[in-house]
């Protein structure tokens, strides 16, 4: 799946995953610094029923939530990671089990340690610096994503 979306079209997309994801979903989001990876994970975030604020992890590396509905979001950032095995020490052998949503910013500092099934989502900059470009990508037989906004493929 490849769209061009703006941040409105990017946020809409979010909160349908959020709402519409069955789990346990685990979701990669790449793309380089300011593509919209926290933009559209605070999106999934708020659609899963998140409220109030869904900061970045930045220097955290993980936030977890709770929702109404039952489903626990799981956020982290692992930009800051020197070494893929310093994953276990956030919990990562217990991810995406049961009613776990999973977003994962910067995968790649874990690549080798990434679990299937998982949904790899790219973001990246184009030309007008209002849109991305996304692309969805499933490995093994993930959970299906909803639709982007507007029919686009």
């Not at 789990?23 to 409220?51: F, H, I, N, Y």
């Not at 949503?101 to 973001?123: F, G, Y």
Request: net charge negative; hydrophobic share 40%.
């Amino acid at each position: 799946m490849e769209a061009v979306l703006s941040e409105q079209g990017l946020m809409a997309w979010g909160r349908r995953i959020g709402a519409e994801a069955r789990v346990p979903l685990m979701v990669a989001l790449r793309g380089d610094l300011g593509a919209g990876k926290s933009t559209l994970a605070r999106a999934v975030a708020q659609g899963a029923g998140v409220e109030g604020d869904v900061p970045s992890p930045t220097f955290n590396l993980v936030f977890r939530y709770d929702t109404p509905r039952g489903v626990q979001v799981h956020h982290l950032d692992l930009y800051r990671l020197e070494h893929p095995d310093e994953v276990w020490e956030l919990g990562w052998s217990e991810l995406g089990a049961g009613d776990d949503l999973v977003l994962i910013e910067w995968p790649q500092r874990a690549e080798a340690l990434l679990p299937v099934p998982r949904w790899e989502i790219e973001l990246e900059e184009g030309a007008d610096p209002s849109v991305r470009r996304v692309t969805a990508r499933a490995v093994g037989n993930p959970p299906p994503l909803p639709a982007f906004p507007g029919g686009a493929s």
